[in-house]
Structures are given as C-alpha cells and as structure tokens.
C-alpha cells in the first residue's frame, strides 16, 4: 500500500518546526529517520495532513560535551553513534548498544530521537538510556522541558511528550570512571527487536546501581536503588550476590504473570550483571 496524501513540509530551524506544528490544518506528524513511521504511513496505520521532516534542521544533529553531560540533537543517527562521530562520554557503552539496533540500514537512518518518541519499550535506547540516568529536552512554543528519561515512558507507544511538542536533545551523564556497564538482549535473531532486555549501571566504589528491566510491553522496570537485588549493599562482590528471587518478584508484581516469561528476563538481568562484573 501506499500512503494517503499529505503536504510536506522540510524546515532549516526549530522555530519554523515549530509554527508547522502549532499552524497548519489537521494532523502533523514529525518523521525523523522514517524507519517506524514510513512503514505506518505505507499500511495507513496513521494518515497525517502534513508530514513535518526535520533532518534539515542542523540544531538537531549537534553532539557536544558541557558540563558533565553529552548532549545530542534528536536526530543524530545510530550510525552516527556506532561509528564514534559523536564524543564518547559513556566508555564505549552507548556506541555497542548502537552497534546492535536492527540492521546497518535502519542504523545509518534511524535517529536518537525518533526511537524515543516512538517509544517502544522493546527499543534499546529506552533502557540503555534510562539505566545510563539520561534526560530528555522537550520543546514547544512556550518552550522547553527537561524530563529524566525513567519518567518519559508512560506505556507501549506512549510517552509524556505533549501534542506541539519535540523531542529536542538527549542529554547523557558523563559516566565514572569507578562505573560497570551492563547491557544485555535477547533476540530470536539479529536485528529484531529484542524480548527482553537488561541494563545496569553499577558503581561499586559508591555503593550504587540502576537497574533496568527492559522489553516488558510497558514501561521499563527501573530500580534506581538497587541494594535489594544485590543482598541488601553494593560492593565488589555485586554479581556473586545478585538475588534472582528478587529480580522474578520485581517482575511478577510488575504484572508479568507467565513465570517462563519471567525466567527470560531474570536470566538476561542476570547476564547483564555478571557482564558489568
Ligand atoms: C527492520 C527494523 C528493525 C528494527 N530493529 C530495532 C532494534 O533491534 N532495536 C531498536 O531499538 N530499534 C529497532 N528499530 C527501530 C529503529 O531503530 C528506529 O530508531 C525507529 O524506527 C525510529 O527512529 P526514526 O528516526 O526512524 O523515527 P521515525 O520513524 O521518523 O519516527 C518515529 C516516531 O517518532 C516521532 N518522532 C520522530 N522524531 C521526533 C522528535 N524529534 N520529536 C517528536 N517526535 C518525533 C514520529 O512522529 C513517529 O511517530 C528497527 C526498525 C526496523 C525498520
């Protein structure tokens, strides 16, 4: 199928983006790389009257480093990440979690952003992004937000950005050097979206861990204290103490009551621990 009609639109700057959105008649739809939003065009899944295209708009591709954080446009590409054209602030975390989206195609196209917005929870960046502790620039007229990237997803599909707004820029913690990644999923094959997802930032110097239990067909489970799963502290003995009884219970209340399911998920928890030991 093709998609129906529509007007399109290819602004140089975020304030003309923005009067498109808040100006023109009927429904506006950003695309940003078009690698989920072409195919719901094409199956008529989504019938916009106008088509915003915003990878013209320079602002949106900027990768810098300020004040302890990176901070990348919404349209810097996975490729972009994968290939090092962006600083790396995460010790090489942020470039293999890039390096393993889909397929080199959907890479060189597919955009930080887009992915965001989409919001799928079975999305890499959304659990590697909210275990890394990143937060979210929001945009609109009235202008902008910063949300922390554990309060952006509200559901499958479904995240807080507001009708007239974009996503504008990621900003990712420069990561301590006392710090241990763990990034971990599970596919039937290469490139698919994954079936469950692990991701965690341990610093067993500072006693700390984020945990993200991801691909749950909701929300990631994000457990920013995280002492509980690992016999109640964190030291240099984290992935011999890592209790599974308590990562299963954080997923059955959750609402995941397929025990198997669950199983998936502790065993890919469990190997992202044990890859960040
Ligand atoms: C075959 C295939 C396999 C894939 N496998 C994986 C995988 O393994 N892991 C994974 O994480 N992803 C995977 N993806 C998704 C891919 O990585 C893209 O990132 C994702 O499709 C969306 O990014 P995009 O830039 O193409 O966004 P688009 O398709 O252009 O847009 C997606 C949605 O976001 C909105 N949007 C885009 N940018 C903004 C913005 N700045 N502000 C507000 N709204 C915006 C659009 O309106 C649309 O609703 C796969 C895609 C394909 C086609």
Not at 108 to 125: E, M, Q, V
Not at 211 to 229: F, H, M, R, W
Request: hydrophobic share 45%; aromatic share 4%.
């Amino acid at each position: 199928m093709k998609p129906a009609p529509f007007s399109y639109e290819r602004p140089r700057d975020i304030a003309s983006a923005l009067s498109v959105m808040t100006g023109a008649d009927g429904m506006v739809k950003i695309i940003a790389g078009g690698q989920s939003l072409g195919p719901m065009l094409n199956l008529r899944l989504v019938a916009p009257d106008t088509i915003l295209d915003i990878t013209a708009i320079t602002e949106l591709k900027r990768a810098d480093v300020s004040g302890g954080e990176l901070t990348l446009g919404a349209c810097v590409t996975h490729a972009d990440v994968e290939d090092g054209r962006v600083p790396d602030v995460t010790r090489g975390a942020m470039q293999r979690v890039a390096a393993n989206i889909a397929y080199r195609a959907v890479r060189n196209r597919g955009t930080i952003g887009g992915s965001l917005s989409h919001a799928d929870p079975s999305a890499d960046w959304v659990s590697s992004l909210t275990a890394l502790g990143a937060s979210l620039s929001l945009r609109s007229v009235t202008g902008t937000r910063r949300v922390a990237m554990k309060d952006f997803i509200l559901g499958a599909l479904e995240s807080v950005i507001a009708s007239g707004e974009m996503l504008e820029a990621v900003h990712v913690p420069v990561m301590s050097g006392t710090a241990r990644w763990g990034y971990v999923k599970s596919c039937r094959k290469t490139g698919e979206f994954a079936h469950a997802i692990g991701a965690v930032l341990i610093d067993p110097d500072a006693g700390k861990a984020r945990v993200v239990i991801g691909a749950v067909e909701a929300a990631p489970i994000v457990v920013d204290d995280a002492s509980e799963l690992f016999g109640g502290k964190i030291d240099s003995s984290f992935a011999s103490r890592f209790d599974s009884r308590i990562a299963d219970r954080l997923l059955a209340d959750s609402g995941m009551a397929d025990a198997a399911d669950r199983h998936i998920h502790v065993a890919v928890l469990h190997k992202a621990v044990a890859e960040a030991a």
